[in-house]
């Protein structure tokens, strides 16, 4: 969540992505900073100086092989899209495929230049996708409303109560007999 970390104050905070080629920066921790606060000063940070370039382009290949399953699964006649969330969109790489491939798609991420950018990698692939800003413990959806979760690098970011949080929130919004990937 949003507490500040006991004893960061008037120190310095590394954070490190692999999609931004293991670049590392520094950011100034206050006595108000919390590592939601941290994290989403990384990435606005990031996607305010690089844009698209911040992240991969392309989608997660691992995760088209989960969707193509879950698709095959399905008795297409009749059937509504399934609904699919990504925890941490991101530049919308994932997002784009899973519109592609008939889902409907949304997107969750901390940060809104993250989401502004995801938005452009949309419309450039003539796709869209429901996208919030949010924390990936606190989702802001009722319970049951997504057919597929999906977590590519992102829950990574959480510390052990965060990522516990994270997955009963995937829990609560998974429909009964809905599928996590990550």
């Known amino acids: 969540g949003a507490a500040p970390i006991p004893g960061l104050a008037g120190r310095e905070f590394g954070v490190c992505d692999a999609n931004l080629g293991y670049r590392c920066v520094t950011l100034f921790a206050t006595a108000e ?30 995760m088209l092989r989960f969707l193509a399953g879950y698709r095959a699964g399905l008795d297409s006649v009749g059937t509504a899209a399934p609904r699919a969330l990504e925890l941490g969109c991101g530049s919308g790489a ?19 230049p993250g989401l502004q950018v995801c938005g452009e990698i949309l419309k450039g692939w003539a796709q869209s996708a429901a996208l ?51």
Not at 43 to 62: I, K, T
């Open 33 to 62: 900073t919390s590592a939601v606060n941290l994290t989403r000063r990384f990435y606005d940070d990031s996607y305010q100086a690089r844009g698209a370039a911040s992240q991969r382009r392309y989608p997660n290949e691992e």
């Open 94 to 112: 994932n997002l784009w495929a899973m519109a592609k491939e008939g889902f409907e798609a949304h997107g969750v991420d901390l940060s809104p």
């Open 132 to 182: 919030v800003s949010a924390d990936m413990t606190q989702l802001p959806y009722v319970s049951s409303t997504f057919d597929v979760a999906i977590d590519v690098f992102s829950t990574y970011c959480l510390n052990e109560d965060g990522f516990r949080r994270c997955l009963f929130e995937v829990d609560r919004v998974l429909r009964p007999g809905g599928q996590f990937f990550s």
